[in-house]
């Protein structure tokens, strides 16, 4: 703990001096697994990059203490060697823990648990004064509520203590074959009341075909279940498995995953957004290319290629959550509008509190004017809607669409991740989020010297497209097929990041099987 407490030192003189000068300042994490542009350049940086650390589990308390830029596989890989896991994983492993507070991380077990940060006790941040806090549900809870979620832009988060819970060896999933979003939308609002179920996520194929999934933690290994890894090149990424479940019968089919191999069962591949480089290289998309390929496709390396190339200015990478009431008009307006399948679902507990979060909305001036009524229907269960495809080549193009699907959102009462590209004007922008309370705690809590978060995620389309006017030779050549994508993969080798998956613990037995 005295180097964690030497590190948080110095970050809190570093932010004390761009205060006092009345500067503001951007956060440098060292990775990032947003898909807006990377603004962490230029002078007025703090470095967190190197609080990566594991500084304790608390086996009798299952409490992880981890500072910020600590990834899930180095988590898990920490905390299965005591039989335990957090009871929210983000499904990418080079995700950090700092990245699910600040971000908004929802996944397959939110239904149960809620996002990420709900998960935590304790934040430890250096406010944009430099004063180090702690905050919990009983200090400064607005402080540890409110500013998860919001970027970065109430302060610099440098520790939380985590929940965790018992672990198992494996994760009995079943697939439910549905012939109809709207049969996918209804099974899974009837299915986040069991109990008995640990994980729910959804996979639509088309606006036809699609899979439930539903996941319980078991120690049970049952010889007539078949066992399922994702994790080695030889395996099969797990959307095509699933598809390939489904078609051979109407009936649910069940196997048995190890534990770490079903949290991250999706790395492998983005999801599908891996197809797409097979698409925009025009490579043949086989077994065999995809275990060639194999360094390339886990998302640590996807997430470098896609900055490094520019790809992700066409590239419509959207989380979306919606009450269960419009989800379904909003599966045929972007089958409509956009043609993009597979689609992900994955269902959300309500939020408490004010909160960035996606939550259900106001319908109108009066329900937003009372304040009961409004916290009760954040407290709603939501339908997230993963939507993430090639969008229009043509830049204006691509911003109308992405601008005509931020007004379909505020019409379905939905709200969108923050991670993701945001084309709202900032009045449009703060109809939907809650202006008066965010800048009241800025105020509160001296944050007004940071970025807000509209600064923050907004994409600056003017700027945008007198970038693409005035390009050099260079840029204009690295925004041509194919280099632009092989500039992307080649950052993307370079960097490294691949090795990660290569020597990634959580593979082995040792710590794939809870003891």
């Known amino acids: 703990m005295d180097s964690h407490k030497k590190a948080v030192e110095e970050i809190s003189a570093t932010v004390r001096k761009f205060y006092e000068k009345k500067e503001k300042f951007r956060i440098s994490h060292g990775s990032t697994n947003s898909t807006r542009p990377n603004a962490a350049k230029g002078k007025n940086l703090v470095d967190t990059s190197g609080l990566r650390n594991v500084l304790n589990i608390d086996i009798e308390k299952r409490t992880a203490l981890l500072e910020p830029n600590v990834p899930m596989d180095r988590l898990i890989e920490a905390t299965l060697k005591h039989n335990l ?70 302060g610099v988060v440098t520790m939380v203590e985590l929940q965790l819970h018992e672990a198992k060896t494996y994760v009995e999933t079943t697939y439910h074959p549905v012939s109809s979003s709207a049969e996918a939308v209804e099974k899974i609002k009837h299915m986040i009341e069991d109990t008995e179920l640990d994980f729910i996520d959804g996979i639509l194929f088309s606006k036809y075909s699609g899979a439930v999934i539903t996941g319980r933690l078991t120690n049970e290994l049952d010889p007539e279940i078949p066992v399922q890894r994702f994790s080695a090149a030889k395996d099969p990424w797990f959307y095509l498995h699933a598809r390939k479940a489904i078609s051979k019968s109407q009936s649910p089919a069940t196997e048995t995953i190890p ?4 949290l991250f069962r999706y790395d492998r591949g983005g999801f599908w957004v891996g197809e797409s480089a097979f698409k925009y290289f025009k490579t043949p998309f086989t077994n065999f290319t995809r275990r060639l390929l194999d360094d390339f496709l886990h998302t640590r390396v996807m997430y470098t290629a896609l900055h490094a190339s520019g790809l992700s200015k066409r590239f419509v990478i959207q989380d979306i959550s919606l009450p269960y009431s419009t989800v379904g008009q909003f599966i045929d307006y972007t089958d409509a509008a956009f043609g993009i399948y597979p689609l992900w679902l994955c269902p959300l507990r309500g939020v408490e509190g004010s909160t960035l ?70 009045d449009d922008f703060w109809s939907v989020y809650d202006r008066k309370w965010y800048d009241a705690l800025r105020e509160k809590y001296d944050a007004t010297s940071l970025p807000s978060i509209y600064e923050k ?59």
């Open 85 to 154: 896991i957090p009871p929210v994983v983000m499904e990418f492993p080079g995700i950090t823990v700092g990245g699910g507070y600040a971000g908004t991380s929802g996944e397959s077990s939110s239904f149960k648990y809620g996002y990420f940060n709900e998960t935590m006790n304790l934040v430890e941040m250096v406010l944009a004064t430099g004063e180090v806090v702690k905050c919990s549900r009983h200090e400064k809870p607005d402080l540890f509520y409110g500013a998860a979620g919001t970027a970065g832009t109430l």
């Open 259 to 262: 534990l770490a191999e079903y």
């Open 357 to 426: 979060h996606p939550h259900l909305i106001p319908s109108n001036a009066s329900e937003a004017g009372n304040l009961e009524q409004q916290q009760q229907q954040q407290q709603q269960p939501l339908l997230n809607v993963g939507l993430w495809g090639f969008g229009p080549a043509k830049y204006d193009a691509f911003v109308a669409m992405n601008r005509e699907l931020e007004q379909k959102i505020r019409e379905l009462r939905g709200m969108k991740f923050l991670y993701a590209h945001v084309y709202y004007s900032e």
């Open 457 to 515: 995620v907004r994409i600056d389309v003017e700027a945008e497209r007198r970038g693409l006017a005035k390009g050099s030779i260079k840029s204009l050549l690295l925004n041509t097929w194919p280099l632009q994508g092989l500039y992307g993969a080649m950052k993307a080798w370079s960097g490294g990041s691949y090795r990660d998956a290569r020597d990634s613990a959580w593979k082995s037995p040792s710590t794939t099987q809870a003891r």
